[in-house]
């Protein structure tokens, strides 16, 4: 039970430790936003050398993104997978779906979504997100590296262009190491 709650850590042939409790590092999800990797340069702001993987396939949009984007269920779109590092451990996952004329396609064009659909005449006007948390699947709980009974946020970010979304993404944030701040203009 104190493994499923993630307090304990088992070691095979060397018994059961209490884990010790993280040190939450903040991740302000307002600043950075014309970076291309905005956690990157969030936490290397902080000191971290953050390094990332990404690739893009197309993908068909589906129920759920194409209710997001508001596109048919058939539209082929750009999905790209990141897997961000901090200090050579993974630190978040995100899978972003783009349509497929905006989206790059070599190291060069891979700059800020707000640099690259400004480039083609669009502006964004407001990013939308929406914070959840939820068990992690398996292939994210191995891909962070997660112990058991830690949790996932899960981030479903949408950038908008006036009424029009034009790029949609999930974002998942291992839930014991960060502590998501935002900041709002009053």
Not at 85 to 90: A, E, F, I, Q
Not at 118 to 132: D, F, L, M, P, R
């Amino acid at each position: 039970m104190l493994a499923g709650e993630g307090l304990i850590i088992g070691r095979v042939g060397s018994g059961h430790y209490v884990r010790e409790r993280p040190v939450l590092t903040p991740l302000h999800r307002w600043r950075y936003l014309d970076h291309p990797a905005p956690i990157a340069a969030d936490l290397q702001s902080q000191g971290r050398r953050v390094t990332w993987d990404w690739h893009s396939e197309p993908a068909e949009a589906g129920p759920e993104i194409a209710r997001r984007l508001r596109v048919k269920e058939t539209t082929t779109l750009t999905k790209t997978h990141y897997v961000f590092r901090g200090d050579g451990r993974p630190l978040q996952l995100a899978t972003s779906y783009e349509p497929m004329d905006f989206a790059p396609h070599t190291e060069e064009e891979r700059r800020s979504l707000v640099a690259r659909l400004y480039a083609h005449g669009i502006k964004i006007t407001e990013v939308v997100e929406s914070v959840s948390t939820r068990v992690p699947r398996p292939a994210e709980s191995d891909a962070l590296d997660l112990s058991a009974g830690v949790n996932v946020l899960h981030v479903e970010r949408t950038h908008w262009a006036g009424d029009r979304p034009v790029e949609t993404s999930d974002i998942v944030i291992p839930g014991d190491r960060f502590r998501v701040t935002y900041s709002m203009p009053a």
